[in-house]
Protein backbone atom coordinates (compact mmCIF):
# COMPACT_ATOMS: atom_id res chain seq x y z
CA UNK A 1 0.00 0.00 0.00
CA UNK A 2 2.85 2.49 0.85
CA UNK A 3 4.74 1.85 -2.43
CA UNK A 4 1.49 2.65 -4.13
CA UNK A 5 1.41 6.10 -1.91
CA UNK A 6 4.70 6.91 -2.71
CA UNK A 7 4.61 6.20 -6.22
CA UNK A 8 1.47 8.69 -6.33
CA UNK A 9 3.93 11.07 -4.70
CA UNK A 10 6.41 11.20 -6.87
CA UNK A 11 4.61 12.73 -9.74
CA UNK A 12 2.98 15.66 -7.79
CA UNK A 13 4.45 19.41 -7.54
CA UNK A 14 6.17 20.12 -3.89
CA UNK A 15 3.03 21.61 -3.06
CA UNK A 16 1.11 19.06 -4.00
CA UNK A 17 2.86 16.61 -2.40
CA UNK A 18 3.12 18.33 0.83
CA UNK A 19 -1.04 18.30 1.27
CA UNK A 20 -1.01 14.88 0.30
CA UNK A 21 1.87 13.30 2.93
CA UNK A 22 -0.52 15.40 5.46
CA UNK A 23 -3.42 13.42 4.58
CA UNK A 24 -1.72 10.14 4.02
CA UNK A 25 -1.37 9.94 7.38
CA UNK A 26 -4.75 10.63 8.98
CA UNK A 27 -6.31 7.36 9.71
CA UNK A 28 -9.26 8.77 7.23
CA UNK A 29 -8.46 5.00 4.72
CA UNK A 30 -11.11 7.32 2.33
CA UNK A 31 -7.99 9.64 1.59
CA UNK A 32 -5.57 7.18 0.85
CA UNK A 33 -7.83 5.42 -1.62
CA UNK A 34 -8.47 8.66 -2.98
CA UNK A 35 -5.14 9.54 -3.76
CA UNK A 36 -4.90 5.78 -5.07
CA UNK A 37 -7.45 6.80 -7.35
CA UNK A 38 -6.02 10.43 -8.50
CA UNK A 39 -9.51 11.91 -7.99
CA UNK A 40 -9.56 15.52 -5.80
CA UNK A 41 -9.39 15.33 -2.18
CA UNK A 42 -11.83 17.06 -0.31
CA UNK A 43 -10.65 19.42 2.43
CA UNK A 44 -10.58 18.90 5.72
CA UNK A 45 -13.37 19.68 7.96
CA UNK A 46 -16.15 21.05 4.95
CA UNK A 47 -18.28 19.56 3.08
CA UNK A 48 -17.60 17.03 -0.46
CA UNK A 49 -18.20 19.63 -2.28
CA UNK A 50 -15.73 22.11 -1.70
CA UNK A 51 -12.38 20.30 -2.74
CA UNK A 52 -9.08 21.57 -2.27
CA UNK A 53 -7.01 23.24 -5.30
CA UNK A 54 -6.12 19.65 -6.35
CA UNK A 55 -9.77 20.16 -9.26
CA UNK A 56 -7.64 21.37 -11.80
CA UNK A 57 -6.39 18.71 -13.95
CA UNK A 58 -2.66 18.06 -12.61
CA UNK A 59 -0.14 19.12 -14.81
CA UNK A 60 1.37 15.36 -15.53
CA UNK A 61 -2.14 14.65 -17.09
CA UNK A 62 -1.51 17.75 -19.32
CA UNK A 63 -0.43 17.87 -23.17
CA UNK A 64 -0.68 21.02 -24.31
CA UNK A 65 1.13 23.92 -23.29
CA UNK A 66 -0.99 27.39 -22.87
CA UNK A 67 2.09 29.25 -22.24
CA UNK A 68 3.60 32.79 -24.01
CA UNK A 69 5.91 32.32 -26.53
CA UNK A 70 9.56 32.32 -25.64
CA UNK A 71 12.19 35.17 -26.55
CA UNK A 72 15.07 32.72 -28.30
CA UNK A 73 18.96 33.56 -27.74
CA UNK A 74 21.13 33.68 -31.00
CA UNK A 75 22.35 29.92 -30.25
CA UNK A 76 18.14 28.74 -30.19
CA UNK A 77 17.92 30.27 -33.69
CA UNK A 78 20.45 28.29 -34.64
CA UNK A 79 18.89 25.56 -33.03
CA UNK A 80 15.56 26.06 -35.00
CA UNK A 81 17.35 26.97 -38.38
CA UNK A 82 19.08 23.50 -37.97
CA UNK A 83 16.10 21.74 -36.77
CA UNK A 84 14.15 23.15 -39.93
CA UNK A 85 11.66 25.10 -38.30
CA UNK A 86 13.21 28.33 -40.73
CA UNK A 87 15.41 28.73 -43.18
CA UNK A 88 17.53 31.21 -42.17
CA UNK A 89 18.01 33.15 -38.81
CA UNK A 90 16.93 35.83 -40.05
CA UNK A 91 13.27 34.49 -40.61
CA UNK A 92 13.10 33.55 -36.90
CA UNK A 93 10.81 35.90 -35.06
CA UNK A 94 11.41 37.63 -31.45
CA UNK A 95 8.95 35.52 -29.87
CA UNK A 96 8.54 31.62 -30.31
CA UNK A 97 5.58 29.35 -28.87
CA UNK A 98 7.01 27.24 -26.32
CA UNK A 99 6.21 23.46 -27.17
CA UNK A 100 8.13 24.52 -30.75
CA UNK A 101 11.13 25.46 -28.80
CA UNK A 102 10.66 22.49 -26.82
CA UNK A 103 10.56 20.42 -29.67
CA UNK A 104 13.60 21.89 -31.56
CA UNK A 105 15.65 21.51 -28.30
CA UNK A 106 14.94 17.90 -27.73
CA UNK A 107 15.95 17.18 -31.37
CA UNK A 108 19.42 19.19 -30.34
CA UNK A 109 19.74 17.43 -27.24
CA UNK A 110 18.67 14.11 -29.31
CA UNK A 111 21.21 14.76 -32.27
CA UNK A 112 24.62 16.04 -29.98
CA UNK A 113 23.99 13.17 -27.29
CA UNK A 114 24.23 10.84 -30.85
CA UNK A 115 26.83 12.52 -31.89
CA UNK A 116 29.10 12.49 -28.89
CA UNK A 117 28.60 8.54 -28.32
CA UNK A 118 30.07 8.34 -31.83
CA UNK A 119 32.91 10.23 -30.97
CA UNK A 120 33.33 8.54 -27.69
CA UNK A 121 33.04 5.04 -29.71
CA UNK A 122 35.97 6.24 -32.53
CA UNK A 123 38.07 7.39 -29.45
CA UNK A 124 37.85 3.86 -27.95
CA UNK A 125 38.79 2.37 -31.19
CA UNK A 126 41.76 4.31 -31.71
CA UNK A 127 43.27 4.38 -28.34
CA UNK A 128 43.06 0.66 -28.79
CA UNK A 129 44.69 0.56 -31.87
CA UNK A 130 47.51 3.24 -30.85
CA UNK A 131 47.91 0.76 -27.75
CA UNK A 132 48.58 -2.28 -29.60
CA UNK A 133 50.84 -0.38 -32.03
CA UNK A 134 52.94 0.77 -28.65
CA UNK A 135 53.11 -3.23 -27.47
CA UNK A 136 54.17 -4.06 -30.98
CA UNK A 137 57.05 -1.12 -30.84
CA UNK A 138 58.03 -2.68 -27.31
CA UNK A 139 56.92 0.56 -25.46
CA UNK A 140 54.37 0.20 -22.11
CA UNK A 141 53.68 2.22 -19.38
CA UNK A 142 55.48 0.03 -16.81
CA UNK A 143 58.66 0.37 -18.34
CA UNK A 144 58.22 4.23 -19.06
CA UNK A 145 58.18 4.66 -15.37
CA UNK A 146 60.38 2.30 -14.27
CA UNK A 147 62.75 4.29 -16.58
CA UNK A 148 61.32 7.55 -14.68
CA UNK A 149 62.11 6.44 -10.97
CA UNK A 150 65.17 5.28 -12.12
CA UNK A 151 66.58 8.60 -13.70
CA UNK A 152 64.89 10.70 -10.59
CA UNK A 153 67.32 8.30 -8.41
CA UNK A 154 70.11 8.74 -10.35
CA UNK A 155 69.41 12.69 -9.75
CA UNK A 156 68.57 12.59 -6.15
CA UNK A 157 72.22 10.35 -5.85
CA UNK A 158 74.23 13.08 -8.26
CA UNK A 159 72.29 15.87 -5.39
CA UNK A 160 73.55 13.99 -2.29
CA UNK A 161 77.26 14.38 -3.86
CA UNK A 162 77.58 17.55 -4.44
CA UNK A 163 75.76 18.47 -1.30
CA UNK A 164 78.37 16.18 0.67
CA UNK A 165 81.60 17.34 -1.98
CA UNK A 166 80.43 20.91 -0.95
Known amino acids: MFRQHLSVLRQLRPKEAESV ?3 L ?3 D ?3 SLQLLNRQPLPARNSNINNVVCCTKTPYYFQTK ?3 SGVAPSNMQKKILVWT ?3 KSIEEVPNE ?3 NKMDNAMDWFRIRACTYMIIA ?3 ACIVYAISGKRARNRGESLVQ ?3 DANRKLREEGLKEKESATTS
Open 21 to 23: IKR
Open 25 to 27: FSS
Open 29 to 31: NKT
Open 65 to 67: RFE
Open 84 to 86: KYY
Open 96 to 98: ISR
Open 120 to 122: TAL
Open 144 to 146: ERI
